[in-house]
C-alpha cells in the first residue's frame, strides 16, 4: 500500500480529461470514422454511434476508469486486486498495448514523412501514384522514422504522469482541437469542376455525410452498420485495452468521476465527428462518391494527399496542417498505449519508470523493425476471416483488434456485471457524493446488452457469426 501512496497522479480533472481525450483522439477516429460512415449511411452511422457511444461506450469507459481509480493499479494487476484468480484478464488487456505499439508507431513515422513532404513543398510528388509503396517498401527510411516518433513518445512516458503526459496534453489537445475545427470550415467551403465539367462542393459532401440513407437498408444492413459503429468505439474510447485503467489508477479520490467521463465522451465524439466533416467534404468534392471507399493508409496516405495537390497552392499549406494535426493526434495516442504498458511493468515488478520505458521502447522498436520489414522483405500469404490477404501489420492490428479487444471487455462486462456486482463501480463512482445519473442504464448495459453486443462482434469478427 505505500507503493500507492507515492503513485503519481493528475494534478486536476482537466488533466485527466485532456490525456484521456488525447487517447481517445487517435489514427482510428481520423481514418476510419469517415470512412465508415460514407460506407453506412452517412447520418445513420452517425445516429447509431451517437446512441452507442451514450450507451455501450459510456459503461466501458466508466468501468474501466472506476477500476483503475479503485485499484490504484495498471491493467495487469487491477483485475486481480478487483477478484482475486481474475488476474489473466489483465495480462490479456495488457498483451494488447505490447502487440499496437509497434505497429502505431511504424503508421506514426509515415505521418512524420508525410508532413516533412508538405513541410519541404513536395506535397505534388506525395500524391503521385506509387509514392506510398515506394516509401514503405523501402529499407531503411521508415524504420528511422519510426524511431523518431518513437523516441518522441518514449521521451513524454519517460518524464513521468504530470510533466510528461499531463503537460503534453495541455499543449497538444487545444492545437490539435484548433487545427481540427480549421479544416473543417476550410473542408465545407470548397469547389471543384472536373474534367467532365462537374462541379461538386463541400456542402454537397457534407450532406452525403449528415444525412441519413436509408435507400435498400435490411436488417442485415443495419446490424453491420451496428457492428461497425460498436467496433469504432474501441478504437474511439481507447476502451479494452488496459488505457483507461491505467489512466483512472492516476485519477485523484476526490474527482467527479461522473464529470470527467462525459466531458472525455463530448470530446471524443465532436472530434470524430469533426474528423468526418474534414475528410468526406474534400474527398467527395476532388474524388467523387467512389473516392470516399478508401480507409485505413488509403485513404490517409493516397486519397488525401490527392485531394490536397488538386486544391494548388493553398493546398501544400493544407496539407501541412493536416498531417501535423494527424502527428499530434497519433502522439498523444501512442503515449496512452506506451504508459498502460509502462505502468503494468511498474505495478507488477516494482522498477523504475525508466527502466519500465527502456524495456517497451525496446519492445516497440523491435517490433516496429519487424512490420517495417514485412513490406520491404518478407510477405507472409495468409488469410483473415474478413478475406483479404495480410501484412505483418495486418495480422497484428487483427490479433489485438478483432480478438483480444473483445474478449478484455467481455471478460470485465462479466467480472463487474455478474461476480463483484455493478455496486463495486457504482460506489466508487459516487464517493465523492457525485450524482450517477445513468445509474439504471449502467446495470442493464454491463449485465446484459453489452456482453450480447460484445459476443455478437467478437463472433462476427473472427468469422463465425456470417449472416450479420
Known sequence: MEKNKSRNSFTGSLGFVLAAAGSAVGLGNIWRFPYLAAKDGGGLFLVIYVILALTFGFTLLTTEIAIGRKTKQSPLTAYSKVKKGWGFLGV???????????YYCVIGGWVVKYLIAFLIGEGGAAAQDGYFEGFITSDVQPILLTIIFLGIVAFIIFRGVEKGIESSSKIIMPILLLLVVGIAIFSI???HTDADGI??????????????NLEGLTVKGFFTVLLDAMGQLFFSLSVAMG?????????????????SINQIEIFDTLVAFLAGVMIIPAVFTFMGTE???ASGPSLMFVSLPKVFAA???????VGCLFFAMVLFAAITSA???MEAVVSSLMDKFHISRLKATVIETTIALLGGI????????????????SGSGATILDIMDFTSNNIMMPLVAIGTCILIGWVVKPKEVIDEVEKTGCKFGRKALYIVMIKVIAPLLLIILFLKSIGILTFI
Open 243 to 259: 488505457i483507461m485503467i491505467a489512466y483512472g489508477s492516476y485519477v485523484k479520490d476526490d474527482a467527479n468521476l461522473v464529470k
Open 291 to 293: 473516392g470516399m471507399q
Open 92 to 102: 490479456i488487456a495488457c498483451l494488447v498495448p505490447v502487440i499496437i505499439m509497434p
Open 370 to 385: 519487424v512490420v517495417c520489414l514485412g513490406y520491404s522483405k518478407p510477405y507472409l500469404e495468409i488469410t483473415l476471416p
Open 189 to 191: 467551403t470548397i469547389h
Open 199 to 212: 462541379t461538386r462542393t463541400g456542402l454537397e459532401g457534407l450532406k452525403v455525410y449528415l444525412i441519413p
Open 311 to 317: 486544391m494548388g497552392k493553398v493546398g501544400n499549406i
Open 335 to 337: 503515449v496512452s498505449v
